[in-house]
C-alpha cells in the first residue's frame, strides 16, 4: 500500500450531492470514476494491481446506505472486485492511504518467490493508527491468500502478476538499470509498494540512492 492522494474536487462533490439528493442516484458517474481512477494510478489501492479486469469505486469507510458516506467524495476509492469483495464491511476503520502520507512504511510486504510465490504482510503502526494497521494488514493478508475457493484461485492469479513483477525488477536491478527500476517502484506502477519494500530489505543502497527520486 502506498501514499495516492486524491484531487480536491468540489465539482464532483457537487456531483454526488445532486445524486444522493435523488431516488436511485448513482456515485458511478463518468466523471466521478475517471477522477477516481487517475487518484489510483488506474490501480487498486489495496492489492496495487495496475490492470484489474474488474472494476469497482470502493467505499474506504462501509456506507451501510447512510447517504452521507455513500455520495461523499472522499470516501471513494479505485479498487479490483476481488480486494473490494474480500474487504467488504467487515475490515474496518483502515489505513486511508489517500489521506495518510505514511502508509507504505507502516504495512510492510515481504515477497518471496521460492520455494513458492509468498507474500507476507506485517505491521508497523504510527503511534495511534495501530486498529487500522492491524485491520489492514489482515485485509491483505486475506486478498493476497484468499479464503473462498473462488477468491483462493483469484489470489493465486494476482500472485503469478507479483511474480512477474518481481522478476522484471530483479532483471532491471542485474543489469543496473537505474531508470527501469525507478520506472517500477514510481506510484503508477504495479505492486509499488511491494516492489519498494523489496528493494528497501535486499538492496538497501540502491533503495537509499533513487528513494529521492520517486513520485
Ligand atoms: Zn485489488
Known amino acids: 500500500m ?9 465539482d464532483l462533490q457537487a456531483i454526488l450531492d445532486r445524486e444522493a439528493a435523488k431516488a436511485s442516484g448513482s456515485y458511478l ?9 487517475k487518484d489510483s494510478h488506474g490501480k487498486c489501492y ?4 495496475a490492470e484489474p479486469t474488474s472494476i469497482q469505486v470502493e467505499h474506504l469507510v462501509p456506507h451501510r446506505d447512510d447517504a452521507r458516506l455513500k455520495f461523499s ?7 479490483c472486485a476481488h480486494c473490494n469483495g474480500t474487504k467488504g464491511a467487515r475490515y474496518h476503520p483502515i489505513l486511508d492511504c489517500s489521506r495518510d502520507n505514511s502508509v507504505w512504511g507502516q504495512v510492510k510486504l515481504v515477497f518471496t518467490r521460492f520455494p513458492k510465490a509468498r507474500i507476507e504482510v506485517w505491521g508497523q503502526p504510527v503511534p495511534g493508527k495501530e486498529t487500522q494497521c492491524e485491520n489492514t494488514v489482515r485485509l491483505l493478508e486475506e486478498s493476497f491468500q484468499g479464503k473462498t475457493p473462488i477468491r483462493k484461485r483469484e489470489s493465486e492469479n494476482l500472485r503469478k502478476k507479483m511474480i512477474r513483477a518481481d ?7 542485474q543489469g543496473n538499470d ?3 527500476v525507478i520506472g517500477l517502484v514510481s ?4 505492486f ?6 523489496t528493494l528497501c530489505l535486499n538492496h538497501p543502497d540502491l533503495w537509499s540512492e533513487i528513494r529521492s527520486q520517486i513520485a
Not at 489495496?46 to 494491481?49: G, R
Not at 506510484?187 to 504495479?190: D, G, L, R
Open 73 to 79: 467524495w472522499s470516501n471513494l476509492l479505485y479498487a
Open 29 to 37: 458517474k463518468e466523471e466521478i470514476v475517471d477522477q477516481v481512477e
Open 167 to 173: 522478476i522484471e525488477l530483479s532483471q532491471a536491478i
Open 178 to 180: 537505474q531508470t527501469r
Open 187 to 190: 506510484a503508477e506502477a504495479s
Open 192 to 197: 509499488a509498494g511491494m516492489q519498494r519494500w
Open 46 to 49: 489495496l492489492c496495487e494491481d
Open 2 to 10: 502506498i501514499f495516492l492522494p486524491k484531487t480536491d474536487r468540489p
